[in-house]
């Protein structure tokens, strides 16, 4: 059975166009040379090591891709009144630590490409991408030294709620009665966590009020959760090839995602007894065949509803700042968050 993304009906932002891929709208655009200064950051950090590290941080170009994390930094922090020189770093910090769980996840998961590259783990093996991994988290706290204490705090705390989030994930795989509370609480800290302190830099450093920080780092929670629902739908349902990394992973991996978790808990016992037997043994019995139990059951259409909720949400964290140029762009991504083919 063909199995594609399933399409929103209706568009979550009406007064802004689809942003199916961020490279060919380029919505960063106005925040460039931002992005170009975190980039140099990022590099000069790393700089420092020669052969034989020398091709893995050259390999690293390749995990580079939409630059959501610090994108979110440089935007909320112009949306608030301006982008000032800690910003630079905090950006390149937040990089850096989504790179470093993006190394580490590809052992977890064990995939073979990412951005239609080879992964770490498959060139060089799990050791070297653990430590590989290890090192990106360590140069990353060290950029955040060189701000102040509060963004270490900040960015520390983020940084521990995505590795309990991953590490939940890990604890519960194979565990076919996981509740949707239990799932949510994975990907609030696996991926949210992230989104959200970036919100909260963008709009402390740009000298916003601690409560419109706190609310900024609501809408990048709720991006994040939009965001990674999106994502799991796209490791069912999506096209490798559009994609550009190993998909199925979650099935093989005993990993139960939003879909699942509700049809398990809608389907009358026996199709639920049904599909945890499918999840148990997908190999033999396929994705395609579990995906038709997803769209039968109505779990994707419930999926997809749930990531408009966040993105909306997120939308609505927005509405204290002022119209502009940035907010929009903000504004958009929500809607990006859950219509990307990648």
Known sequence: MAT???????????????????LRFNPFAPI??????????????????????????????????????????FLI?????????????????TEMIHTATLVHDDVLDESDTRRHNPTFNAEWGNKVSILLGDLLFTKAFHLTSLVDGRACRLIGEATNWVCAGELKQVCERGNLHLSESQYYEIIEGKTAALTAVCGELGALYAGASDELAAQLAQYGRNLGMAFQIADDLLDLVGDSAKVGKTLGTDIEQGKLTLPLIHALNTLPTSEADSLRKMLRNPEMHGRSNIVAVLLQSGSLQYAKRAAEDHARTARTMLEALPRSESRAILEQLADWSIRRER
């Open 4 to 22: 594609t993304f399933p399409t929103f009906a209706e568009p979550v932002v009406a007064q802004h166009p689809p942003m199916n891929d961020l």
């Open 32 to 73: 460039a040379e931002e992005l170009d200064s975190a980039d140099r950051i990022f590099a000069e950090a790393l700089a420092g090591h020669r052969s034989p590290v020398a091709p893995l941080i050259q390999h690293l170009k390749h995990y580079r891709g939409k630059r959501l994390r610090p994108a979110l930094v």
């Open 77 to 93: 922090a112009k949306a608030c009144g301006g982008i000032r020189p800690a910003h630079h770093t905090l950006a390149a910090a």
